[in-house]
């Protein structure tokens, strides 16, 4: 008898950039499964008819990115206790009642990429974390799970900061972008959650000297897969992790979900997904 051929996908809006199928794709490929993991561009007001539509059209689930994250929140049965409080689903999948769940994989992307990485991340107590988007949501997470007690945000807009400390709560603390320097003295832990270093966007120019020398820098950004951020960090003799190991990390759970399988973030898969993003244009 032919075997079930099980269906994923990533909607978003756009969705052209999205290196998930590469990821997925590439495991699927690996693993011998019958399966495909589809991009599908949805605009905002066709999203909830969307996502009430998937099983009926075959899917197992699928990734949700922006813009509507949020939105997918809202619209799925059950949550996940990571997707409740970074306030965004970006994995669903059916229970095995058929009720649609949703989860949030971002902060088990970063602390298992920080576990591979820089395994004496789970030692540090104090952290400073740059920007309070949705990516520092997900990070702040991952660090009050891992026993951070001192979570110092800085933020160009204070006040996003600030609620973020009122979402999180009293683990976490709001500091001005030019107080950065005065935070890092006794840090375990410096995260850039920030688009700045990103490709096409401004440096990330923080020094680094008042750090202690057992501080773990991590970067979220991943194009360029080595960030002056983080080449700064190694020139100092700091540990480092770099973002495309959150990004590689954070696809797990959603394939052993959808596919059954849990899946290897190896060094094959690494070399798979940066010669695209090293590909020119
Ligand atoms: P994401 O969801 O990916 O985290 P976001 O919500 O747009 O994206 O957040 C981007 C982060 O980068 C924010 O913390 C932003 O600071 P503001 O809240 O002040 O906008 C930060 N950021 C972007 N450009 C910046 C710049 N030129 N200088 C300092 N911070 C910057």
Not at 152 to 178: I, K, M, P
Request: net charge negative.
């Amino acid at each position: 008898m032919a075997e079930e051929t099980r269906r994923a996908f990533v909607c978003g809006h756009p969705i052209a950039h999205s290196r998930s199928p590469l990821i997925h794709g590439y495991w699927l490929d690996q693993l011998g499964i019958a399966g495909s993991y589809e991009r599908i561009d949805v605009a905002p007001n066709d999203f909830p008819d969307f996502l009430a539509g998937i099983g009926r059209n075959g899917f197992a689930g699928g990734n949700i990115t922006l813009p509507h994250k949020e939105a997918a929140l809202r619209a799925v049965k059950r949550r996940d206790a990571a997707a409740e409080a970074v306030g965004a689903v970006n994995t669903v999948w059916f229970d095995p009642d058929g009720v649609l769940c949703g989860g949030n994989t971002d902060a088990y992307g970063f602390a298992a990429n920080l576990d591979d990485q820089a395994p004496q991340w789970a030692k540090g107590r104090r952290a400073v974390v740059l920007g309070a988007g949705g990516a520092a949501r997900a990070v702040i997470h991952a660090l009050k799970q891992g026993g951070y007690g001192d979570i110092r945000l800085v933020n160009r807009t204070l006040q996003r900061a600030g609620e973020l400390v009122a979402h999180f709560g009293t683990a976490v603390s709001a500091h001005e972008w030019d107080d950065v320097s005065g935070l890092l003295g006794d840090a375990d832990l410096l995260v850039n959650t920030t688009s700045l270093g990103m490709k096409g966007a401004p440096e990330l120019d923080i020094g680094l000297d008042p750090l202690p020398s057992h501080a773990v820098i991590a970067d979220i950004v991943y194009v360029p897969l080595e960030t002056a951020f983080l080449k700064a960090a190694k020139a100092r003799g700091l540990a480092t992790a770099e973002g495309l190991g959150m990004l590689l990390h954070q696809a797990v759970p959603g394939f052993e979900r959808w596919f059954g399988r849990r899946p290897v973030v190896s060094s094959s898969l690494r070399k798979h997904v940066i010669a695209d993003v090293e590909k020119p244009g």
